[in-house]
């Protein structure tokens, strides 16, 4: 099988999926977007990312080519609603690398920025192949009230309901994303859902896991953590949506209830977090049993995670949520919010809690009745292991080969 993936770049985990669908025989081809060392609007290499690879892959620059003139009425026309983007030169592009490429199946990683304009060349027959495409959440989500999806305009909404309907199957990551498809009116038929795969390599998390007494350890010395404390670990970008804002506003009843607890607060130093994070702290309990680590990234996150008893995931909205994921690969449990469709597996596999999405005393209550019971949290911590299987690389390309498989045999 030949596959044409358009911008596999839109998610930094997509790669190693590329990776094994060679591995297993079939044919890689990509389009992705590039700026900068392009001289003119096109360059086609026989890599992607690393020499030797084998993923032919057409580069176009999104501001250069004569044909931006002809589509220019569409790209004025939908700017707004395509996030200044231009829908005219994209669908372009996009056919023109269908032409050049001849795939047997189309697929994009997200639902938004190149399935929209695949989609409807599909719907003006300029397009044969079958398309698949990835909703991940902020592509199908409405939740711009608190800064993640888009806010949804008669335009925007026109756009979204009618590339869903051209589209050949739609994988969701999780239930809450399927049932967010078919309120824009999807076929159920259609949908089949799949999660995301760790984007880490498996070596390095199952290295932290294997040696989780001693990284908990060097990484409580190297933070002045207690090494008998209870230590909860949040990790996002600290953004308003990601709801770290509530954990701060838990975080002195936690206290009130564990006096030796701990909070490693990962990420970056993102606006929110000075803005809207930090005075809550300083207003009520300080800083003084916090820990801000910044930015985490390879196997430092997985190590900061290890480090902690829970994992706290307080988002108001979100699609999937793959940092409880990496919590469970090395064995720590999370107190979930329902508005993450990870809270799906938390529930199904019994590892950790879940509680509503900006109730804060829930959040509290939750978290408290967590760090109480050191039993329970040992349970927790093996059954973590049990789910992270639906999300390794390996079972996802089996589900996803067999999704290209079944869309071609309908087609």
């Known amino acids: 099988m030949r596959i044409l993936f358009l911008h596999p770049f839109g998610w930094r985990g997509e790669y190693p999926m590329l990776l094994e669908f060679l591995r297993h025989g079939h044919?890689?081809?990509?389009?992705?977007?590039?700026?900068?060392?392009?001289?003119?609007?096109?360059?086609?290499?026989?890599h992607l990312r690393d020499p030797g690879d084998g993923i032919r892959t057409l580069w176009y620059h999104p501001g250069r080519g004569l044909e931006r003139v002809l589509t220019l009425p569409l790209d004025r026309w939908f700017r707004k609603s395509f996030d200044g983007r231009n829908l005219g030169h994209r669908m372009w592009v996009i056919r023109q690398a269908v032409r050049r490429f001849a795939p047997d199946l189309v697929y994009c990683t997200d639902g938004f920025s190149y399935a929209v304009p695949a989609a409807l060349l599909k719907r003006w027959g300029?397009?044969?192949?079958?398309?698949?495409?990835?909703?991940?959440?902020?592509?199908?989500?409405?939740?711009?009230?608190?800064?993640?999806?888009?806010?949804?305009?008669?335009?925007?909404?026109?756009?979204?309901?009618?590339?869903?309907?051209?589209?050949?199957?739609?994988?969701?990551?999780?239930?809450?994303?399927?049932?967010?498809?078919?309120?824009?009116?999807?076929?159920l038929a259609r949908i089949t859902q799949i999660p995301i795969q760790i984007g880490s390599p498996r070596a390095m998390y199952e290295d932290v896991y294997a040696r989780r007494a001693q990284t908990r350890a060097d990484v409580r010395e190297r933070l002045a953590i207690p090494q008998d404390a209870p230590v909860v670990v949040t990790l996002s970008d600290n953004y308003y949506s990601k709801g770290i804002q509530d954990m701060a506003r838990a975080w002195p009843a936690v206290l009130a209830a564990h006096r030796d607890a701990w909070w490693i607060l990962a990420g970056p130093e993102a606006p929110w977090l000075a803005e809207g994070i930090l005075p809550l702290l300083d207003s009520s309990v300080g800083r003084a049993r916090v820990r801000l680590t910044g930015r985490l990234a390879g196997r430092e996150l997985f190590a900061q995670l290890a480090a902690a008893d829970l994992n706290v995931n307080p988002t108001l909205c979100e699609g999937l949520n793959m940092v409880t994921v990496d919590a469970a690969t090395v064995g720590t449990p999370t107190v979930c919010s329902d508005a993450a469709g990870i809270s799906d597996w938390v529930r199904r596999h019994d590892c950790g809690l879940v509680y509503a999405a900006g109730d804060v005393q829930a959040l509290e209550r939750s978290v408290i009745e967590a760090l109480a019971q050191s039993e329970r949290l040992s349970a927790w911590s093996e059954r973590c292991r049990g789910m992270t299987a639906d999300f390794a690389a390996e079972a996802v390309f089996m589900r996803l080969a067999e999704l290209f498989d079944a869309t071609l045999r309908r087609g």
């Open 27 to 46: 044919e890689v081809c990509v389009l992705e977007e590039r700026r900068s060392g392009m001289s003119g609007k096109r360059m086609l290499k026989d």
């Open 126 to 187: 300029l397009m044969l192949p079958p398309l698949v495409v990835s909703y991940i959440g902020g592509d199908i989500l409405d939740c711009s009230h608190m800064g993640y999806g888009r806010k949804r305009t008669p335009q925007l909404d026109w756009l979204m309901r009618t590339s869903i309907r051209h589209i050949d199957a739609l994988r969701a990551l999780c239930d809450s994303l399927a049932r967010a498809l078919l309120k824009d009116g999807a076929d």
